[in-house]
């Protein structure tokens, strides 16, 4: 059952807890495991509290040597009363595994038997595995130790400071919250090294070990880079003792920032061709969860309302830092083009919610907000934060924020203090209209008759805020032999108003951009001579942050109907094929395809896709063999085309493009859409994974697999969907996102229905964040119908609904409706 924000408040004010120790024994076969915990903590004398706890079964349970009835144990708690001022909880339990990734989740790999373990606690499992107070400011130390098959290893938090044959002990960790207690255990393979007095290391599943050995020095170099610059910006250094990164199977986040022992998903070990764009994001997620060592660990929200406290900073320093200090200097681009549209998609749904909500009412709603508005709107935020009060002001704040609450918590109005006076701004202003106000704002350029710009300012109906926005504008003009140039940049400030006039501007531009340097977050339209420019302009102007926001304006307007799709597809054939950065290659691809399936009708859909794959298969032709961008090309054109026998030619070796590698991955990528598109089946499939018996063979097979368009492929995903608990969080995952196709709408006609009908059961059986994964994945976003709508209103009105499932049906509805308005 989800915590209160109530509860933990009533709580807080009730114990304090100091230690954890525990000891878990792995070395049982089936799906429990053992857990031994002992939990020391003060408390009001006589009152009465209770502990997250989801047993099995309990062997014995004392409260200061007392033992404690079965019937304390009811409903996810371990209920306690009469309490001492100092206590000890002695509890040995036998607890489930996991394979939803909450938990302590059991993997086993299939290209060779081994086991793996992985912890992860975060929102409010920590009762899965122990007895816990499982709220974030109720910070502890974790005394650890493990009992595992002798052929393991096991890392935690904390540093191993003895082993015998098959027992790992770990010395007890600063006090942290309950959410960032973790392990990674199994016969993993494990790469070491040492950086400023810090022992680094890298862990990964055996079957990725010789992939992990190749890509090791460039993790590290980058792991080392973002150490020293964190360094230099903090006062305080790294807390938490020696900086370990394991890479784990089936995890639900890119990474996740447990002190000590960050685990990321393993897909990030590529055993692949991957393009330069995929290590940037690699890269950033490194320094997105090493900020968090500062930004979440160090210092730790309250409670979930200032989610964003983490996440927003995380994802700010994180992209900072990486441009800064590693070789990726293009992560703004990135930021630009990919992470704010999601913040943009997620703040214009009916589920938007200020970056900083006041009250966050339970952890399910903190698991509701964990979206593109905490991460990457939030960061924009940050980034216009950071121009508002200067960058000295910013990191003096912080540092003084560290230093008052180091290994305790902090709310948002404990950060704002530093900072105003950091600044010597009054800052309250600022965040009540950028933090406590959901929703966007959409700045237009106004050029009047004598070349005079102004800005225009407006917000949607419901959240009628207008902001102070400070922005860059670039002026562009044609050059001569078809080139572009950017005549003046100017940094301006757009008040809080309906029209702001820029007098910084004179004379006429061919193209003038709004926000160039993406300083704020906004939706950006263009006069209309700069749009008519843009499809002359826009592949020709040589910073990719300017032609990042060019794209993201234009994919924006696509979406809000402004734009038909028609036009967006005539625009990727003429710009596409000579853009240089990879990262807008991939999104403009990936965003375009997603266009053309939800917003042209099923008769015009073919020719738009096929002018898709064209301008794929030019960029193709263009590109320097072996390379990122003839990589994303290809990738591109496999999604799109609908050239049978080119794809299966690639997949026998013939006419491959020069330097294009046709490894494993690819291999799969071709055989999904030939299975798409009906010209390849379980056959092939079941041939594909004797071949590639591995876990990503495992998981492709899943998705190819709910691809095929027979009737007893589908019946067979959906019920895999729907009631298949056995099923892994990643394989259902993976077969939710093969099963909807617009190539195959006649035969999905009856899930439609069945989707509304069955998701409520889907989460019922399911829980947390794979649940609300599934949920979005199995929609049947590509029938765009006014009949998905009705049913989806239907559902809506149930007041019986899962808040997850009430939430996805709900976006996604609205984004139909946008979809549906732009057809007709
Ligand atoms: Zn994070």
Request: charged share 20%; with cysteine.
């Amino acid at each position: 059952m989800p915590l209160t924000r109530a509860e933990a408040a009533d709580r807080a004010a009730t114990v304090d807890v100091h230690e954890y120790e525990v000891h878990l024994d792995v070395t049982g076969e089936g799906d429990t495991f053992g857990s031994r915990a002992v939990v020391r903590f003060d408390a009001r004398p006589g009152a009465a509290t209770f502990l997250e706890f989801e047993p099995v079964a309990v062997e014995s349970m004392t409260l200061n040597g007392v033992p404690l009835p079965p019937s304390a144990v009811a409903a996810g708690r371990l209920h306690l009363s009469d309490l001492a001022s100092s206590n000890e909880l002695a509890v040995t339990a036998t607890m489930r595994y996991s394979n939803t990734g909450e938990g302590l989740h059991k993997y086993v790999d299939p290209a060779d038997g081994n086991v793996y373990l992985y912890q992860h606690l975060f929102i409010n499992n920590a009762g899965r595995v122990l007895p816990a107070f499982d709220q974030p400011d109720l910070k502890a130390s974790f005394k650890v130790s493990v009992t595992a098959p002798e052929s393991w290893t096991v890392a935690a938090n904390g540093q191993l400071v003895a082993h015998s044959a098959n027992v790992w002990e770990f010395a007890p960790t600063k006090r942290i919250s309950t959410y960032l207690a973790t392990l990674f255990a199994g016969p993993f393979h494990a790469v070491t090294d040492t950086h400023d007095g810090i022992p680094l290391a890298l862990y990964v599943r055996a079957a990725l070990g010789e992939h992990l050995d190749a890509q090791a020095e460039e993790i590290f170099t980058i792991t080392k880079q973002c150490l020293d610059r964190y360094h230099e910006m903090f006062d305080i250094r790294y807390p938490f003792g020696h900086y370990q990164q394991a890479f784990a199977p089936e995890f639900n986040f890119g990474a996740m920032e447990y002190p000590g022992l960050v685990i990321f998903r393993d897909e990030m070990i590529y055993r692949s061709a991957v393009t330069e764009s995929q290590r940037e994001s690699r890269a950033n997620v490194i320094a997105h969860e090493m900020a968090h060592m500062w930004f979440g660990d160090l210092v730790t929200m309250a409670w979930w309302d200032d989610l964003w406290l983490n996440e927003s900073f995380a994802e700010y320093l994180g992209t900072r830092v990486a441009a800064e200090a590693t070789r990726f200097k293009g992560t703004w681009t990135t930021f630009a083009m990919q992470r704010k549209a999601w913040g943009l998609r997620a703040d214009q749904h009916p589920s938007t919610h200020p970056v900083a909500p006041v009250s966050v009412a339970d952890t399910d709603e903190a698991l509701l907000n964990f979206d593109g508005i905490s991460y990457a709107k939030g960061a924009a935020t940050l980034k216009q934060l950071v121009a508002w009060v200067g960058d000295e002001a910013f990191r003096a704040g912080l540092n003084a924020h560290f230093a008052a609450h180091a290994y305790g918590n902090a709310t948002l109005a404990d950060l704002l203090a530093r900072l105003a006076k950091a600044s010597g701004r009054d800052l309250s202003a600022w965040a009540e209209v950028w933090l406590r106000q959901p929703q966007v704002n959409t700045l237009r350029t106004a050029i009047g008759a004598d070349g005079s710009v102004s800005i225009l300012q407006t917000a949607p109906a419901a959240h009628p805020t207008l902001r102070p926005h400070k922005i860059g504008i670039g002026l562009y003009d044609n050059g001569a032999g078809g080139t572009v140039s950017r005549r003046s940049f100017v940094e301006v400030e757009v008040a809080a108003a309906p029209s702001t006039d820029i007098p910084e501007i004179s004379g006429k531009a061919d193209l003038v951009l709004l926000n160039d340097g993406d300083l704020t977050y906004a939706k950006i339209r263009l006069d209309e001579a700069s749009n008519a420019a843009v499809p002359n302009m826009l592949p020709l102007i040589g910073d990719s942050l300017a032609r990042a926001v060019l794209w993201a304006a234009t994919l924006d307007a696509v979406v809000d109907g402004e734009r038909a799709v028609a036009e967006l597809v005539t625009l990727v054939l003429a710009a596409l094929p000579v853009e240089s950065e990879v990262v807008i290659v991939e999104d403009v691809l990936r965003a375009t395809r997603s266009l053309v399936d939800r917003y042209s009708t099923p008769e015009t859909r073919p020719a738009a896709l096929e002018l898709v794959a064209q301008a794929a298969d030019r960029l193709l032709a263009a590109s320097e063999p072996g390379g990122s961008r003839q990589l994303a090309a290809a990738r591109g054109f496999i999604g799109a085309t609908v050239d049978v026998a080119r794809l299966r030619g690639w997949l026998a070796g013939s006419g491959v493009p020069d330097g294009l590698a046709v490894d494993a991955d690819l291999r799969w990528l071709i055989l999904y859409r030939l299975v798409v598109l009906g010209a390849a089946g379980r056959a092939e499939i079941d041939a594909e994974f004797e071949r590639d018996r591995s876990a990503t063979g495992e998981q492709w097979a899943a998705r190819c697999r709910a691809a095929v368009p027979d009737a007893s492929s589908k019946a067979a995903a959906w019920s895999a969907i729907i009631e298949d608990v056995k099923l892994s969080n990643r394989l259902v995952e993976m077969t939710a996102s093969g099963f909807w196709h617009p190539e195959q709408l006649d035969l999905l006609a009856p899930y439609v229905p069945r989707y509304f009908a069955d998701m409520p059961e889907m989460m019922r059986v399911r829980r947390g964040m794979s649940a609300e994964r599934t949920a979005g994945l199995a929609y049947p976003e590509v029938v765009v119908d006014p009949e998905t709508r009705r049913l989806a209103a239907e559902l809506l009105a149930r007041d019986d609904l899962d808040p997850l499932l009430h939430r996805v049906v709900q976006d996604i509805d609205d984004d139909m409706r946008k979809a549906l308005a732009a057809r007709f």
